[in-house]
C-alpha cells in the first residue's frame, strides 16, 4: 500500500521550478489547440490522459502556491522579528547607564566594532541580553576578557543619535590591558 503513494510523495517534495514545468506542460496540454497539439503529435495522449493531465495541472499549480505563500510568510516573519528587535535595542539604547554608556563609547570613539569584556560582569552580560552586543569570539581569557561586537542596530543607531552616550563622563572601557 505505501509503494502506492511513494510516487505522490516524491511529487509533493518538487521544488517550485519543477512545479512551474509541470504545471506550464500540463496547462499547454489540456488547454492547446487541437492544431498545436496536433504538430506535437500529442493529440491522442493528451485525449487519453486528460484526467491526469488535470490533476497535475490543479496540484502544480496549489504546491506553486503554497510554495510561494510560505517564502512570504516566512519574509513578513523574518521582517516583524526585525522590527521587534529593533525597537527593543533602540528603546533600551535611550535607557542606558554610566558604565553601559562607557562600554560602548569605546566603540564609537575608536570607531570600531570589537572591544574585549569580561563575560562574568553584570554590566556587559546586560548589554549581551539586550541584543546591543554580542559575544563573538569563544577565545578568550578570564582576566583579558573575550571580543564582544556592537550588533548592525546598536552601530547604527548610535551613528545616527550619538548623543546618547552623553553621561557624567567621558570615559572609555574595555578590558583589554594593553
Do not use: C
Request: without cysteine; hydrophobic residues 45%.
Amino acid at each position: 500500500m505505501l509503494d502506492f503513494f511513494k510516487p505522490l510523495f516524491e511529487f509533493l517534495k518538487l521544488t517550485p521550478r519543477y512545479l512551474i514545468a509541470i504545471g506550464l506542460v500540463a496547462g499547454m496540454l489540456l488547454f492547446a489547440s487541437d492544431g498545436f497539439r496536433g504538430t506535437l503529435g500529442l493529440t491522442k495522449f493528451a485525449q487519453d490522459y486528460r484526467p491526469v493531465l488535470g490533476i497535475l495541472f490543479l496540484s502544480s499549480i496549489v504546491l506553486l502556491l503554497v510554495a510561494v505563500g510560505g517564502v512570504v510568510v516566512s519574509r513578513i516573519k523574518r521582517l516583524w522579528w526585525e522590527r521587534k528587535l529593533f525597537k527593543r535595542i533602540t528603546k533600551r539604547l535611550h535607557s542606558l547607564t554610566e558604565d553601559e554608556k562607557q562600554i560602548l563609547r569605546f566603540y564609537i570613539h575608536r570607531n570600531t566594532r570589537a572591544n574585549d569584556l569580561r563575560i562574568q560582569d553584570g554590566i556587559v552580560n546586560g548589554l549581551v541580553s539586550s541584543g546591543i552586543i554580542y559575544q563573538s569570539a569563544s577565545a578568550g581569557d578570564i582576566v583579558m576578557g573575550f571580543a564582544h561586537n556592537m550588533s548592525e542596530i546598536a552601530w547604527n543607531y548610535l551613528h545616527v543619535y550619538p548623543h546618547l552616550l552623553e553621561g557624567t563622563t567621558t570615559k572609555m572601557r574595555t578590558d583589554r590591558y594593553w
